[in-house]
Nanobody
């Protein structure tokens, strides 16, 4: 079991940037794949980005590719999501998740989420 706490959400204008952080505790963080999901009102949860245990493999959804960057610091038990060129359609609750692989169905531990709102 791993506990995840997100931070860094907020209100930003379109074209701006935010960096989300997710601090992990409990199970060995460096063994886990980590991901960021997001859910907008009335929509299904979307797998936005993922990173392998050593950072060697990353995944991005098509609609964030080139704008978002996922990274991790295993010494700090933290995963980050740098979000640039934000658009109003990026508005959502962003969730950090941990799992065994980058497969979207492999994530079994979830944070509480942090709200990101992008104004036009």
């Amino acid at each position: 079991q791993v506990q995840l706490v997100e931070s860094g959400g907020g209100l930003v204008q379109a074209g701006g940037s935010l960096r989300l952080s997710c601090a992990a505790s409990g199970r060995t963080f460096s063994n886990l794949a980590m991901g960021w999901f997001r859910q907008a009102p009335g929509k299904e949860r979307e797998y936005a980005a993922g990173i392998s245990w050593n950072g060697g493999i990353t995944y991005y959804a098509d609609d964030v590719k080139g704008r978002f960057t996922i990274s991790r610091d295993n010494a700090k038990n933290t995963v980050y999501l740098q979000m640039n060129s934000l658009k109003p359609e990026d508005t959502a609750v962003y969730y950090c998740a941990a799992g065994g692989t980058l497969y979207y169905g492999a994530y079994i531990n979830w944070g509480q989420g942090t709200q990101v709102t992008v104004s036009s």
